[in-house]
C-alpha cells in the first residue's frame, strides 16, 4: 500500500525523484520509431509532462505526517505564509491549498495512462481535454490504437481544418439553429460558426479549442477543468466543468463531467472521438464495421444543413434502423442526403425512449427535471451501442446516462478540392506527410448526449437543457473492448 510508503522524510527526496520522471518525456520522435506500440507501461510511472504537469514544487519549511483528510491520504506541511497546507500524494498534482505548487501551464503536453491490469493505455491532451491515442488489442493480441488523430499534438490547435479530433465538445455540442435560443423570454445570440448559418460545438472558441487545467491525475486517472467565463461565445452565466477520464481493468475507459453555472445556460457536452476499429490495419473503411444500437427506436430528421426540423420519426422501415446489429454497408446506399444535401453517410442524432434502466417519468413533473447529479450513476443497466469490426476482431460497447447517440460516419472528412485532407497518425499506418491520409467513411464519431438542438425544440421534445444554480449538469458514458470472431461471437477478454 502507498500509504505506508510515505512518511515525513519521503517527501523531500520525492520532489526530485519527480522531476527525473518528468525529464524522461517520450519524444515525438521515439513515439515514431516505435510505429504501432503503444507508449509502454515502463514510461509510465503515471504520466510524463515535461516538468511542467506533476512537477510538485510545495515550498512547504517544516514538513507535517501524512494523515487521512477526508478519507485520503494528504501529506502537507507549513507553507511560506505560516499557514498549514495539505495535498493528497496520491495525485501527482498539489492541490489548491498547495500554494507554492506549480501549476500545470503547457496545455499540449501528453499524458499517458494505463489501467492497472495494463489491458488499455490511452493519451490525453490538456488542450480540448482531448485523447490523442488509445490502446486495446485485437483478436490476435496485438495492441492497436483505434482513434484518430495528430502525432504533432500542436497540431490540434493549428490545423486549419480542425475535424475535432477525440475533444470534450461544449458549452453545446452539436448546432444550434441560426445561432439563435430563447431562455425565459430573453433571447441570446452565438457565433454563426458554422458557414454563417448555425453555431457548431459552442461557437468559435468552444471547448474543443480551449485549453483545460489538469485537476487531478494519477496512473489510470485525469481530471480536466475548464472555467468558462460569463457571456463567451455569446452564453451567459460563468460555467466551471469537469471532465474525469479514468482507464480500468478489463478495457474500460470511463468518462465523467460535470459542470455547474451560476446563471440558467444552455449545457450539452459530450466526447467527440473518431473511431476505427481496425486502426486502418486491414481496411481503410467503416462501411463493414457492424453496429446496434438496441434501443434507438427513433431519430431526428435534419434538414438539408443538418438542421433538426422538429420531427421525430421512428427508424423502423428507414436507413436508421440499427436497432439489429448489421453493417453500415448494409443501409449505405440508401443514405443519400443523410448527412446533408448531396451527402452519403450519417451524421445523425438517433434518440432512444427507453433506455434500459432508465426511467424518464421524472420528466414528466410539473417541478424541473431532477438535477442531473442526482442521478448520477444512473445509467443504461445494458450496453445501448455496440459496434465491432470482424477483422480486427475488436468490439465497443457503450453505456451511457444519455438518451440519444450522434453517428457520424467521416463523411466529408476528406475533400481534397475544398478545405483538404488529413495525415493518418503514424499508429494509423502514416507518415507524417499527405501520402497516407483519413479517407471518407474511414471513420466514425460517436456522441452520447441529449437530443441536438433541444434548447429550440424544449416543449414539442419535452427536453430541459438549461442548468444554473441547483442544477447542476452531468454526463456519464462507460466504453468496454473485448474481442469478438469473425462473426461477432464473443471470444471472452
Ligand atoms: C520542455 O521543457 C524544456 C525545458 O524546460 C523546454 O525547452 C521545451 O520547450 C519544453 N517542451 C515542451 C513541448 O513543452
Ligand atoms: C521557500 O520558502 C522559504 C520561506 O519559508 C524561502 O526562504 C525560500 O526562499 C523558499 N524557497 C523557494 C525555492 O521558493
Ligand atoms: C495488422 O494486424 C495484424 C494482426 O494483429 C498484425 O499481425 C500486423 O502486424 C498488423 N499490421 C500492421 C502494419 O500493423
Ligand atoms: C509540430 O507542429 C507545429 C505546428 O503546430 C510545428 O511548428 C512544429 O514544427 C511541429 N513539430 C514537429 C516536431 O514536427
Ligand atoms: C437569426 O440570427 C440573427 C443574428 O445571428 C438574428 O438577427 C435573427 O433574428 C435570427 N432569426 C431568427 C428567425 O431567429
Ligand atoms: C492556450 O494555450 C496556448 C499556449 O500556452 C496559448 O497560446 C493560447 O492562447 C491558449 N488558448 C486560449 C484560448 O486561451
Ligand atoms: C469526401 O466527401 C466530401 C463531401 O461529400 C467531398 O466533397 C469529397 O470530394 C469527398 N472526397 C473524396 C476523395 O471523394
Same mark, same amino acid.
Request: net charge negative; with cysteine.
Given at each position: 500500500?502507498?500509504?505506508?510508503?510515505?512518511?515525513?522524510?519521503?517527501?523531500?527526496?520525492?520532489?526530485?525523484?519527480?522531476?527525473?520522471?518528468?525529464?524522461?518525456?517520450?519524444?515525438?520522435?521515439?513515439?515514431?520509431?516505435?510505429?504501432?506500440?503503444?507508449?509502454?507501461?515502463?514510461?509510465?510511472?503515471?504520466?510524463?509532462?515535461?516538468?511542467?504537469?506533476?512537477?510538485?514544487?510545495?515550498?512547504?519549511?517544516?514538513?507535517?505526517?501524512?494523515?487521512?483528510?477526508?478519507?485520503?491520504?494528504?501529506?502537507?506541511?507549513?507553507?511560506?505564509?505560516?499557514?498549514?497546507?495539505?495535498?493528497?500524494?496520491?495525485?501527482?498534482?498539489?492541490?489548491?491549498?498547495?500554494?507554492?505548487?506549480?501549476?500545470?501551464?503547457?496545455?499540449?503536453?501528453?499524458?499517458?495512462?494505463?489501467?492497472?491490469?495494463?489491458?488499455?493505455?490511452?493519451?490525453?491532451?490538456?488542450?480540448?481535454?482531448?485523447?490523442?491515442?488509445?490502446?486495446?488489442?485485437?483478436?490476435?493480441?496485438?495492441?492497436?490504437?483505434?482513434?484518430?488523430?495528430?502525432?504533432?499534438?500542436?497540431?490540434?490547435?493549428?490545423?486549419?481544418?480542425?475535424?475535432?479530433?477525440?475533444?470534450?465538445?461544449?458549452?453545446?455540442?452539436?448546432?444550434?439553429?441560426?445561432?439563435?435560443?430563447?431562455?425565459?423570454?430573453?433571447?441570446?445570440?452565438?457565433?454563426?460558426?458554422?458557414?454563417?448559418?448555425?453555431?457548431?460545438?459552442?461557437?468559435?472558441?468552444?471547448?474543443?479549442?480551449?485549453?483545460?487545467?489538469?485537476?487531478?491525475?494519477?496512473?489510470?486517472?485525469?481530471?480536466?477543468?475548464?472555467?468558462?467565463?460569463?457571456?463567451?461565445?455569446?452564453?451567459?452565466?460563468?460555467?466551471?466543468?469537469?471532465?474525469?477520464?479514468?482507464l480500468g481493468s478489463g478495457s474500460v475507459w470511463e468518462i465523467e463531467m460535470e459542470a455547474e453555472?451560476?446563471?440558467?445556460?444552455?449545457?450539452?457536452?459530450?466526447?467527440?472521438?473518431?473511431?476505427?476499429?481496425?486502426?486502418?490495419?486491414?481496411t481503410s473503411t467503416i462501411l463493414d464495421h457492424v453496429l446496434e444500437m438496441k434501443y434507438a427506436d427513433k431519430y431526428v430528421e435534419t434538414d438539408s444543413i443538418l438542421i433538426p426540423?422538429?420531427?421525430?420519426?421512428?427508424?423502423?422501415?428507414?436507413?436508421?434502423?440499427?436497432?439489429?446489429?448489421?453493417?453500415?454497408?448494409?443501409?449505405?446506399?440508401?443514405?443519400?442526403?443523410?448527412?446533408?444535401?448531396?451527402?452519403?453517410?450519417?451524421?445523425?442524432?438517433?434518440?432512444?425512449?427507453?433506455?434500459?434502466?432508465?426511467?424518464?417519468?421524472?420528466?414528466?413533473?410539473?417541478?424541473?427535471?431532477?438535477? +442531473?447529479?442526482?442521478?448520477?450513476?444512473?445509467?443504461? *443497466?445494458?450496453? %445501448?451501442? /455496440? @459496434?465491432?469490426?470482424?477483422?480486427? =476482431? &475488436?468490439?465497443?460497447?457503450?453505456?451511457?446516462?444519455?438518451?440519444?447517440?450522434?453517428?457520424?460516419?467521416?463523411?466529408?472528412?476528406?475533400?481534397?478540392?475544398?478545405?483538404?485532407?488529413?495525415?493518418?497518425?503514424?499508429?494509423?499506418?502514416?507518415?507524417? +506527410?499527405?501520402?497516407?491520409?483519413?479517407?471518407?467513411? *474511414?471513420?466514425? %464519431?460517436? /456522441? @452520447?448526449?441529449?437530443?441536438?438542438? =433541444? &434548447?429550440?425544440?424544449?416543449?414539442?421534445?419535452?427536453?430541459?437543457?438549461?442548468?444554473?444554480?441547483?442544477?447542476?449538469?452531468?454526463?456519464?458514458?462507460?466504453?468496454?473492448?473485448?474481442?469478438?470472431?469473425?462473426?461477432?461471437?464473443?471470444?471472452?477478454?
Amino acid at each position: 500500500m502507498r500509504a505506508r510508503l510515505l512518511t515525513a522524510p519521503f517527501l523531500p527526496l520525492l520532489l526530485p525523484l519527480l522531476s527525473v520522471v518528468s525529464s524522461s518525456t517520450v519524444p515525438l520522435a521515439a513515439a515514431a520509431a516505435a510505429a504501432a506500440d503503444p507508449p509502454s507501461s515502463k514510461e509510465i510511472p503515471g504520466f510524463v509532462n515535461n516538468g511542467t504537469v506533476g512537477s510538485l514544487v510545495c515550498n512547504l519549511s517544516k514538513l507535517i505526517k501524512p494523515h487521512r483528510v477526508g478519507g485520503v491520504v494528504a501529506v502537507g506541511g507549513v507553507g511560506g505564509d505560516g499557514q498549514k497546507h495539505f495535498f493528497n500524494y496520491q495525485s501527482t498534482i498539489a492541490g489548491l491549498d498547495c500554494p507554492e505548487s506549480k501549476p500545470p501551464t503547457y496545455p499540449f503536453n501528453e499524458i499517458h495512462l494505463a489501467s492497472k491490469d495494463d489491458s488499455i493505455r490511452a493519451t490525453f491532451v490538456p488542450y480540448g481535454a482531448l485523447i490523442s491515442q488509445l490502446w486495446v488489442k485485437d483478436r490476435y493480441g496485438n495492441w492497436r490504437d483505434l482513434v484518430l488523430g495528430f502525432d504533432n499534438t500542436t497540431n490540434y490547435a493549428t490545423d486549419g481544418i480542425h475535424p475535432n479530433f477525440g475533444p470534450i465538445v461544449g458549452r453545446y455540442a452539436n448546432r444550434i439553429r441560426n445561432g439563435t435560443f430563447t431562455y425565459q423570454g430573453r433571447t441570446y445570440h452565438t457565433p454563426l460558426n458554422e458557414n454563417g448559418l448555425d453555431t457548431l460545438h459552442g461557437g468559435l472558441v468552444g471547448y474543443d479549442r480551449s485549453n483545460f487545467t489538469v485537476k487531478s491525475l494519477d496512473s489510470d486517472s485525469v481530471t480536466f477543468e475548464i472555467r468558462d467565463p460569463d457571456g463567451n461565445q455569446g452564453f451567459p452565466g460563468n460555467v466551471v466543468a469537469n471532465v474525469k477520464y479514468s482507464l480500468g481493468s478489463g478495457s474500460v475507459w470511463e468518462i465523467e463531467m460535470e459542470a455547474e453555472s451560476d446563471s440558467f445556460t444552455p449545457l450539452m457536452l459530450s466526447s467527440h472521438v473518431y473511431w476505427n476499429l481496425e486502426a486502418y490495419n486491414e481496411t481503410s473503411t467503416i462501411l463493414d464495421h457492424v453496429l446496434e444500437m438496441k434501443y434507438a427506436d427513433k431519430y431526428v430528421e435534419t434538414d438539408s444543413i443538418l438542421i433538426p426540423t422538429g420531427k421525430l420519426p421512428e427508424v423502423q422501415g428507414t436507413p436508421f434502423d440499427f436497432r439489429k446489429a448489421k453493417s453500415f454497408r448494409s443501409l449505405f446506399d440508401r443514405t443519400e442526403g443523410v448527412c446533408g444535401y448531396g451527402c452519403k453517410g450519417w451524421d445523425s442524432c438517433f434518440v432512444m425512449s427507453h433506455p434500459p434502466g432508465l426511467t424518464q417519468q421524472d420528466e414528466d413533473d410539473d417541478d424541473r427535471q431532477p438535477s +442531473s447529479r442526482d442521478l448520477q450513476n444512473r445509467m443504461t *443497466s445494458k450496453p %445501448v451501442l /455496440e @459496434m465491432h469490426s470482424p477483422k480486427s =476482431g &475488436i468490439k465497443l460497447s457503450v453505456q451511457t446516462d444519455q438518451p440519444a447517440i450522434q453517428i457520424y460516419t467521416c463523411d466529408g472528412i476528406s475533400s481534397p478540392k475544398g478545405k483538404g485532407s488529413l495525415p493518418r497518425k503514424r499508429s494509423h499506418g502514416g507518415d507524417g +506527410s499527405l501520402s497516407k491520409i483519413y479517407e471518407n467513411h *474511414s471513420c466514425v %464519431v460517436i /456522441e @452520447m448526449e441529449d437530443y441536438i438542438d =433541444g &434548447i429550440n425544440h424544449q416543449q414539442e421534445w419535452n427536453r430541459d437543457q438549461f442548468y444554473g444554480p441547483g442544477r447542476p449538469y452531468s454526463w456519464r458514458s462507460v466504453y468496454t473492448f473485448s474481442n469478438v470472431d469473425e462473426q461477432g461471437r464473443d471470444l471472452g477478454v
